[in-house]
């Protein structure tokens, strides 16, 4: 668990235990335990706790936030930079917490209305009954919201606005929840996106929520006159003139809002700048379709200014006039076009290629194509690749999207006399299960082979490819022409490995050839992969300060 984790982890538990015991002591609340008990503890506790993730899970998720963030190396340095990439996984950290205490928050309700209801039935004796019935006469204020017996629970709850408010909460967190599976990430991208908006009522029922002020204290100046300790025995002699006056309460003051308005009002700003650049033209300069159901598209836009390994978000309006979907830039900063490569993969990404025409026989002429809004670019954990002195970068199949802009800018820099400041090596994997997805990365890697060998450089780049499926007739065709100086499949004079890398071996070769060095390891592909390479590193990194250290950054969005 990270630093930035615990801190949240402790801040949680620390709001929880203080407000808890807050409301479990305080004598403005006593009468209102005296009906309710613990439970009113619960509910509170939750509710603080609540209120303060709902202020967090808005911030990982404003991308133009995180993007300052990164680019600010005074207040962003190593560990801390680590962190920005880490944002998602803290969203949804943070949303499983706001489950967990919104469940709290209600069942503990659901005892409190219960007993609200049986402190008013016939049944209820001694200062219940005295503190149930407070508010009939003229000159008193209420304790308990319920004010008749019997009533039914779910119309004592949907007549107050806590009651309404709380159920819109509900439903449009458990509607997030659901559809924020993996698995309807990645079947149904557009549920996901399409309920995730209900994240606008979600906040405007919990800024409402406490309006009713159905948790009701003594007031300050009932507490002068009032001595609750005291009187809570003597309730039958309440009365105006007596050491015991008619306790007089009032509802705690609505609090959701001072949390959520600065993260959203920082949120709302974060929208406006986005509506704003998806509004610039973006002119489409050339599209080439690739096998496997590969789309690429070169755009230009006016002031676009990119780094290696940062990602756009495209909308197509002719698709969706909603939806944004993220894509790794797959273009140089040195060229004077940004492009990316789209796999066809959802229901999205499959409508768009159609729409590019990739399917037919001939694909559109570049007047005739939809018009693309783009926004960002936005950092990603690749743009630390410079700042270690020895990177590896381990792509999985398209996950390799993400490299092909750092191997670009590489060949454009490698005219240069010097290695880009601080790097001095980079290692590349690529493990891939088709061999028709080499086809269209195949000339970048040839590209940047011979241009290597011509500055003299072919030790700063170390790549190896992995071919993980192949058929029988591949088979035969790869041993034929195994003995030609370049490689059947890709055309460099590196030959592919075929099967899986033995990644203990890779390790340990790459620690024993850097020796007192921080290496960045970076990769984008599949979960079960990352959780093998997170293992590596944490084993062949040393112990001792000045030996060897590996540092995880997978790529995420």
């Known amino acids: ?232 025995s003597h309730y039958t002699e309440w009365n105006a003139t007596a050491p015991c006056p008619v306790p007089q309460f009032s509802g705690k003051e609505p609090s959701a809002w001072k949390w959520v308005l600065g993260p959203v009002v920082l949120y709302a700003c974060e929208r406006i700048i986005r509506f704003w650049r998806s509004q610039q033209e973006v002119v489409i300069t050339k599209v080439i379709s690739h096998p496997s159901a590969v789309l690429e598209l070169h755009m230009k836009k006016r002031d676009f200014k990119m780094a290696p390994g940062q990602y756009i978000f495209i909308q197509c309006p002719a698709i969706s006039p909603l939806e944004w979907h993220p894509f790794t830039l797959t273009s140089a900063p040195q060229e004077d076009f940004f492009s990316v490569h789209i796999r066809a993969a959802g229901d999205w990404t499959g409508a768009l290629l159609k729409v590019f025409g990739t399917e037919g026989p001939a694909l559109k002429e570049l007047c005739s194509l939809p018009r693309l809004a783009v926004d960002g670019p936005f950092g990603a954990a690749l743009t630390d690749v410079f700042h270690y002195s020895v990177s590896v970068c381990v792509a999985a199949g398209i996950g390799v999207t993400p490299f092909a802009s750092l191997l670009k800018s590489m060949w454009y820099e490698s005219s240069a006399p010097r290695n880009p400041p601080g790097l001095s090596k980079v290692y590349f994997y690529w493990i891939c299960r088709d061999a028709r997805a080499f086809e269209w990365f195949a000339d970048l890697l040839v590209s940047l082979e011979t241009r290597m060998s011509e500055q003299g450089k072919t030790h700063f780049l170390s790549y190896h490819i992995f071919l993980t499926g192949w058929d029988e007739n591949q088979a035969i065709h790869i041993a034929l022409h195994w003995d030609e100086s370049t490689d059947v499949i890709t055309g460099l004079r590196q030959k592919t490995s075929y099967g899986r890398p033995n990644w203990n071996k890779e390790f340990r070769q790459i620690a024993y050839s850097h020796p007192s060095s921080n290496i960045g390891v970076f990769f984008c592909g599949p979960k079960a992969l990352s959780k093998v390479l997170q293992k590596m590193c944490c084993l062949y990194s040393s112990a001792d300060p000045r030996g060897v250290h590996f540092h995880y950054n997978k790529e995420s969005f």
């Open 1 to 232: 668990m990270s630093a930035v984790q615990l801190s949240w982890l402790a801040v949680n538990v620390y709001l929880f235990v203080d407000t808890f015991c807050w409301y479990e002591e305080d004598e403005s609340f006593l009468y209102t335990r005296v009906i309710l008990g613990s439970a009113l503890a619960w509910a509170r506790a939750s509710a603080v706790c609540l209120n303060f993730n709902c202020m967090l899970i808005l911030l990982p998720v404003s991308r133009n936030l995180i993007s300052f963030m990164r680019g600010t190396s005074t207040c962003c340095r190593g560990p801390w930079r680590r962190q920005l990439d880490k944002m998602l996984k803290f969203h949804k950290l943070v949303a499983y917490s706001i489950a967990v205490h919104a469940t709290i928050h209600t069942v503990a309700h659901l005892f409190n209305l219960e007993r609200y209801q049986q402190s008013q039935s016939e049944d209820a004796q001694g200062l219940v009954a005295a503190l149930a019935k407070l508010g009939n006469s003229p000159n008193e204020t209420y304790l308990n919201p319920v004010r008749t017996f019997p009533a039914i629970p779910a119309t004592a709850l949907l007549t107050t606005i806590a009651g309404i408010t709380g159920l819109v909460i509900s439903l449009a967190l458990v509607l997030i929840m659901t559809s924020s599976t993996e698995f309807i990430r990645r079947s149904y991208y557009e549920l996901f996106w399409y309920t995730h908006q209900a994240f606008v009522v979600f906040f405007i029922s919990l800024v409402l929520h406490g309006a009713g002020r159905i948790i009701r204290g003594q007031t300050p100046e009932s507490m002068l006159l009032h001595n609750a300790s005291f009187c809570r």
